[in-house]
């Protein structure tokens, strides 16, 4: 068994703080902080420029990438780091409608992040050739499916609800429907076995500062399926995706694989904290991770139902169909988590009313969630919430 004592030490988790935000920006990871300062003083600092050949920081994109890969079940060579995800889902998305000139229509759902969804409306007017965009309900993306579709593009696991498609049988239907499927894999990486590749996904793009642990800003990365990638022409044709970026050719020439989804200057630092926070997935097995990722919204979900009636559960009801986090609704939700922050328990608010907690197992554990419970339940059952200062919105909920 992964043992998620042991992880659990490799977090810095301030004193007092109850962590239930890691859907949203994972916390930093011991290792992390002298790992960063290794690479600004010994690489940077010494190596100068040098520093792209001796410390490898060229090859970081490509070999993170792959570490990635086995988180997602990509095959080996098919995921890149760079940009952030909504480059990556302007790139995937680019490519794929080109892959299917014929088409015009674009299936989404109503439940995407919305820079997703933001994205394809501006890669729409850009391409001018009246592409169309659908976003029904999540249940009702499968009846949309049909010979029309160019591309279905979706993210597993609802940001707000954590509700979770059905990756295998959506991307079997469109692909039979002859279309191109792209998932977003933001709340999946890192927090579910996933299998691009059984799977069959056509593109997958996700973020690694959620689940994964990268940090603030860290890279995004993007996988193609190894029968498209030395065909798909990526729409943002940067140096370093070209054949040879150093021949400083002045004609764009698409680089071999997924090399080619790069486009310019890599983050190193970030890629830096990003390299010491993967380390930890060494020694984590997926399966594990979801029995003991379940066990813990399980509980959460028994305790909260159990203490506050003014909170209604958002998130599946059957683990299978969520991921790794729970949301409630609850009328004065702003509020009720500012008053909950300011005890220590982090989650997060989305508009318009949801409260929402990820559980991840690397550092979560039951007693955590005990805690969570009742201090929530003392905040939602003696109001604690109703007070001024909790109502005034930041910028970042
Ligand atoms: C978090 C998230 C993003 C964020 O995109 P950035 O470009 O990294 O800011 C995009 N899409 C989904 C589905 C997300 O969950």
């Avoid at 498609?165 to 991307?171: F, K, P, S, V």
């Avoid at 500012?338 to 409260?355: N, S």
């Amino acid at each position: 068994m992964t043992d998620f004592s042991k992880t659990k030490q490799l977090f810095e988790l301030p004193e007092g703080i109850i962590y239930l935000d890691g859907n949203s920006l994972g916390p930093l990871p011991k290792s992390a902080k002298n790992r960063i300062a290794k690479t600004i003083s010994d690489e940077w600092g010494q190596m100068l420029i040098t520093g792209w050949n001796k410390a490898g920081w060229m090859a970081q994109p490509a070999k993170l990438g792959d570490q990635i890969g086995r988180l997602i079940g990509a095959e080996a060579g098919q995921t890149v780091l760079g940009d952030t995800l909504s480059i990556k889902v302007y790139q995937a998305l680019a490519s794929a409608l080109e892959m299917r000139p014929d088409r015009r229509v674009i299936l989404s759902d109503s439940g995407n992040f919305p820079t997703d969804l933001y994205m394809a409306e501006g890669l729409i007017r850009s391409l001018d050739k009246g592409h169309r965009l659908i976003t029904p309900a999540p249940e009702e993306v499968e009846a949309h499916i049909n010979s029309d579709l160019a591309v279905l593009m979706l993210t597993e696991v609802d940001y707000r609800t954590g509700r979770r498609h059905d990756m295998a049988r959506l991307t079997k239907l469109a692909q039979d429907a002859g279309a191109l499927v792209i998932w977003d894999l933001a709340h999946s990486a890192g927090a579910l076995p996933v299998d691009v590749a059984n799977g069959g996904a056509d593109f997958a793009v996700g973020c690694t500062y959620k689940y994964l642990n990268g940090g603030p800003g860290a890279p995004a990365f993007i996988y193609v399926a190894p029968r498209h990638s030395d065909a798909a022409r990526p729409a943002l044709s940067g140096w370093l995706g070209h054949a040879a970026p150093f021949a400083f050719d002045l004609n764009y020439q698409a680089g071999r694989g997924i090399e080619r989804m790069r486009v310019g200057t890599p983050p190193v630092l970030q890629m830096a904290s990003l390299e010491a926070a993967l380390a930890i997935w060494d020694d984590v097995n997926l399966d594990h991770l979801r029995a003991a990722s379940i066990a813990l919204c399980e509980q959460f979900i028994k305790g909260i139902e159990a203490t506050c009636p003014d909170l209604s559960l958002a998130t599946p009801r059957d683990a299978a169909q969520r991921g790794s986090q729970v949301s409630f609704r609850c009328e004065n939700g702003y509020a009720a988590m500012q008053a909950l922050i300011a005890r220590g328990v982090i989650g997060d608010f989305r508009a318009p009313d949801i409260m929402r907690f990820g559980f991840t197992p690397l550092y979560i554990d039951k007693g955590d969630v005990a805690r969570a419970i009742d201090i929530i339940a003392d905040v939602m059952q003696n109001r604690l919430w109703d007070r001024p200062e909790y109502k005034v919105r930041s910028a970042v909920t």
